[in-house]
């Protein structure tokens, strides 16, 4: 199970989905937008093996179109696969 912590100032990605294809989007997706907030915002990315955390994210991140299609694919993905992901929020 992978769950997602979604908040203001951080976004939290712990634990492993259990699914390969699961796993891998939600890999492909954390780790694009964990670049991006990590070399243009300066927001601070911490990794390890199942967990990744974007802190310091800016106060509009979740208004950006990145933001918001980050947001609408995870949802997508854990309707889908709702024993494998869980949001919090």
């Known amino acids: 199970m ?3 912590t979604l908040q203001p100032d951080k976004i939290i ?3 492993h989905a259990g699914k390969p294809e ?3 989007s939600l ?3 954390s780790q694009m937008v964990a670049g991006y907030l990590a070399e243009k915002k300066n927001s601070r990315v911490h990794i390890q093996d199942g967990h990744l955390e ?3 994210i800016p106060d509009d991140f979740f208004c950006t ?3 918001k299609a980050m947001v609408m694919a995870l949802f997508d993905i854990a309707d889908q ?3 494998y ?3 919090r929020r």
């Open 85 to 87: 992901v869980k949001i």
């Open 65 to 67: 179109n990145l933001g």
């Open 54 to 56: 974007m802190r310091d």
């Open 81 to 83: 696969y709702p024993q």
């Open 27 to 29: 890999s492909a997706i």
């Open 22 to 24: 699961v796993c891998h």
């Open 2 to 4: 992978t769950t997602i």
């Open 13 to 15: 990605f712990d634990g």
